[in-house]
């Protein structure tokens, strides 16, 4: 089964960064586009950013432009979102997606992906 870790979640004071990543289990990242989502209880899980299979094409959700970056490293077979000027609004669990040859143009799509991690949970708190 494919599967994704996500890893690097943890409690953090208003207006600091948390750094996340994302790697597959048993295989290589090269070739999938990878989303990042988060899911409040009680809320539907919302798509945060992506970034494309080949291109390096990236998107972002209007809440988090200009504050979040997400990057990938294939050499390390690894996705990141680099989250700064963190909000309490921002607390969720966030979790990475994969989607073979994805190139971001339905990134919000949750049926697009194939792959989910199990999620690290992020809490913005004074």
């Known amino acids: 089964q494919v599967q994704l870790v996500e890893s690097g979640g943890g409690l953090v004071q208003p207006g600091g960064s948390l750094t996340l990543s994302c790697a597959p289990s048993?295989?290589?990242?090269?070739?999938?586009?990878i989303g990042w989502f988060r899911q409040v209880p009680g809320k539907e899980r919302e798509g945060v950013s992506c970034i494309s299979s080949t291109d390096g094409n990236t998107r972002y959700a209007d809440s988090v432009k200009g504050r979040f970056t997400i990057s990938r490293d294939n050499a390390k077979n690894t996705a990141t979102l680099q989250m700064n000027d963190l909000a309490p609004e921002d607390t969720a669990v966030y979790y990475c997606a994969a989607d073979l040859w994805g190139d971001c143009s339905k990134w919000q799509q949750e049926p697009e992906y194939e792959a989910w991690g199990q999620g690290t949970q992020v809490t913005v708190s004074s």
């Open positions: 048993r295989w290589t990242l090269e070739y999938y586009q």
